[in-house]
């Protein structure tokens, strides 16, 4: 058995911490105050001691579910820029951007100590998520497709604006109106005035 073998971990442990991160991801997003770390263990079907195991403290748990959300909104770019248009693409990441945004309401408190403190590097994360939608832009720029002058810190004020008056479940609907009208925007006028 090699070195590498003997560090890779073993298929259970990585399922039981992908299971681990899908489940805390949900019940932030679902929760009013942060759950415990023995009901997010519980709702993933494993013990507390698989749960420290893999996140020996709640801000590790925090960590790993922020920056797997922020990971997948960046790769989600690309991926949608992959299989839809660009306006299209835009918009589908824009809910992805909201079910991140509501990943937060169940972990606010120790994410904004974590970021407060320095563990977390917001200027880091800003700067990933701008390039995530700068990228989408410039393909919806040079086919003609999306505004030429909107840039990436526009939209993504606007999509914080939006989410904090929409962002409970029971505004979904207003969200996506709201999401829908901010498209609207971001289209080139026909009238030649853009």
């Known amino acids: 058995m090699t070195a590498a073998e003997r560090r890779r971990p073993r298929a259970d442990a990585t399922r039981n911490r ?4 899908d489940v805390a991801t949900r019940m932030f997003a679902s929760a009013e105050t942060e759950p415990s770390m ?14 420290y195991r893999h996140f020996p403290t709640r801000e590790a748990l925090v960590d790993a579910v922020y920056q797997d959300q922020v990971s997948r909104l960046t790769t989600g770019a690309r991926e949608l820029l992959a299989q839809l248009d660009p ?5 589908r990441w824009m809910d992805l951007f909201g079910e991140w945004i ?26 990933e998520l701008l390039a995530a939608i700068d990228g989408i832009l410039d393909a919806g720029r040079a086919s003609g497709q999306l505004r030429t002058d909107v840039p990436a ?8 604006g939006i989410f904090t008056v929409a962002g ?27």
């Open 38 to 51: 023995r009901a997010i263990a519980q709702e993933a079907g494993v013990g507390i001691a698989t749960l």
């Open 87 to 91: 306006p299209a693409a835009l918009r």
């Open 168 to 194: 409970s479940p029971e505004h979904r609907a207003m969200a996506a109106r709201l999401l829908d009208l901010l498209m609207d925007g971001l289209r080139p006028c026909a009238c030649g005035q853009r």
């Open 153 to 160: 810190g526009d939209i993504a004020a606007a999509l914080i």
């Open 102 to 127: 509501a990943t937060k309401n169940g972990m606010l408190d120790t994410l904004l100590a974590m970021v407060e403190s320095g563990e977390i590097a917001h200027a880091h994360t800003r700067t």
């Open 18 to 21: 992908q299971q681990l991160l």
